[in-house]
């Protein structure tokens, strides 16, 4: 491990500036993936600022212009998150995706921007042995003919074809979350949806923020399809693994119509995958199974398989029908 | 670099200077002599290296020294400071080891996990997420799953931190 400064300045406005300043600083969160790149020589910056005792743990509710939202401070710890109370009443998808996530030590350690900024866990992209153009970019990808069960079917490159880890990630994508970014010319909001990016050939960058752009906040939107949600989540064991692929719903139904439907998929692409097109199929339509299974399939028609990742398709087909209809039963109730 | 900081650990105050590059749990064990948490997989997770920081449970292998200055530790050692705490004591009826390497993380990770079912914390296998938890084998299994055993003494720990539960 190189030479490693350390700063803790005492406001996000002077922890931006510092990482503005140098080339090669890093900001520092709850260190829970950053600390383990270190070891493992995937990232080596010459200095960390460290936010993590920045006061920006507050989880509040206010009233905007365009409607109520929750404002959620970037320090807020995973677990805390998950047990806020209106988190669990009002952002259930929220709490679940968070709760599926990593182990207790980890979730009390984990902050909520480091969640969202967390990096792939593609074995080859921990490996610096190998090449890889997310970490070296120019190197290869060891994924195309490698291990790949956790490779992507939607929007890969011939670049990379890695998924974004973070579940918390998909449900915010599926609640049109904001992204409050603290950059060295101000405060601006990011829709999730425009924070993550595709690989395309440029597969190093997992986000549009610059080194010097600190997440200081998450803000979820009031919405009745918000409060009937949920996360479903498969993987190769029952706690404490990355998805194979997920699931992040939301279903307002009137009279067996669908009112509004908010669908985003972890684990089949490069970013938090939002299912417009199911989406739209669904929309103002009378709601049943046939229908559902018919728009999943229209949002997977560009899927893109191997032998080792052609399960996923059935997977996500199926987990996602199964939420569907498990929120449809329980708004029935 | 370096740098200095003061760790409270197990009730005693130490003032040091480290590298910035040390891991909370190099400092510990190999700085302080305090060896009750384990290194097993140094990369958060096999949870062997689990202390109570300033009352949570948390990882000491992902976690720089230096961002720890001024934090409160308790290891599985300093919980026995005057007698087995009721957890370790549940470890030792039901047989909850073999080997006993990721003991001391499985004990700090039991007493960290009780005080979050008390607040009412939900998991992952919570049905109801604003309902009332009980401590069933389902909940203990999902909320132990940081931490493993190599030995398999699974059926044990399980039986200790379900003792431990029902108080």
């Known amino acids: 491990m190189r030479e490693l400064e350390y700063l803790r300045p005492d406001s996000a406005a002077a922890a931006v500036a510092a990482v503005a300043d140098r080339p090669g600083a890093r900001f520092l969160g709850g260190g829970t993936n950053l600390v383990d790149h270190l070891k493992l020589g995937v990232a080596s910056p010459e200095l960390l600022v460290d936010i993590s005792r920045l006061p920006l743990t507050d989880v509040e509710a206010y009233d905007g212009p365009d409607g109520s939202w929750l404002r959620i401070g970037t320090n807020v710890r995973n677990s805390d998150l998950a047990a806020h109370p209106v988190v669990r009443s009002r952002f259930p998808a929220v709490a679940r995706a968070l ?235 | 670099m370096d740098a200095q900081l003061s760790l409270t650990v197990d009730g005693t105050v130490h003032s040091l200077t480290v590298d910035t590059r040390t891991t909370l749990l190099d400092a510990l064990r190999e700085r302080l002599g305090v060896i009750s948490p384990k290194k097993g997989c140094d990369h958060g997770q096999c949870g062997s290296c689990t202390v109570l920081l300033d009352g949570r449970r948390h990882l000491t292998c992902l976690a720089l020294a230096v961002a720890y200055d001024g934090a409160e530790i308790v290891t599985a050692d300093g919980l026995a400071a005057d007698g087995l705490h009721p957890v370790q004591q549940a470890f030792l009826d039901q047989d909850g080891y073999q080997c006993g390497y990721c003991t001391p993380g499985q004990v700090c990770s039991a007493v960290g996990m009780l005080d979050e079912l008390k607040e009412g914390h939900p998991s992952h296998v919570t049905e109801d997420l604003v309902g009332e938890i009980e401590p069933s084998e389902v909940e203990v299994r999902e909320r132990m799953s940081g931490n493993l055993c190599r030995c398999g003494a699974y059926p044990g720990i399980l039986a200790a931190v379900c003792e431990a539960a029902r108080g």
């Open chain 1, 99 to 333: 709760l599926a996530g990593a182990s207790g030590q980890l979730r009390n350690q984990a902050t909520t921007g480091g969640n969202l900024l967390q990096r792939t866990r593609c074995v080859y992209f921990q490996d610096v042995t190998t090449p890889c153009n997310k970490r070296d970019p120019g190197s290869g990808c060891s994924a195309l003919e490698g291990y790949g069960r956790y490779n992507a079917i939607l929007g890969a490159s011939p670049e990379c074809v890695t998924t974004h880890p973070s579940d918390l990630a998909v449900a915010l994508t599926a609640m049109d979350a904001v992204v409050v970014v603290l950059g060295p010319e101000g405060e601006r909001r990011v829709p999730i949806e425009e924070l993550y990016r595709l690989p395309g050939d440029r597969p190093e960058l997992d986000t549009v923020l610059a080194p010097s752009d600190l997440v200081t906040a998450v803000e979820l939107p009031s919405a009745a399809a918000n409060e009937h949600a949920t996360y479903t989540k498969v993987r190769d064991r029952a706690s404490f693994a990355f998805a194979l692929v997920s699931v992040a719903a939301s279903l307002d139904l009137a009279g067996g119509v669908v009112q509004d439907v908010r669908l985003a998929w972890g684990g089949v692409a490069h970013k938090p995958w939002r299912a417009r097109r199911a989406e739209a199929a669904l929309r103002d339509r009378p709601f049943d199974e046939d229908a559902l299974r018919a728009a999943i399939d229209e949002e997977l028609a560009d899927a893109t398989t191997t032998d080792q990742t052609a399960s996923k398709v059935p997977m996500v087909r199926n987990a996602t029908t199964m939420t569907l209809l498990r929120l449809a039963e329980e708004a029935a109730r």
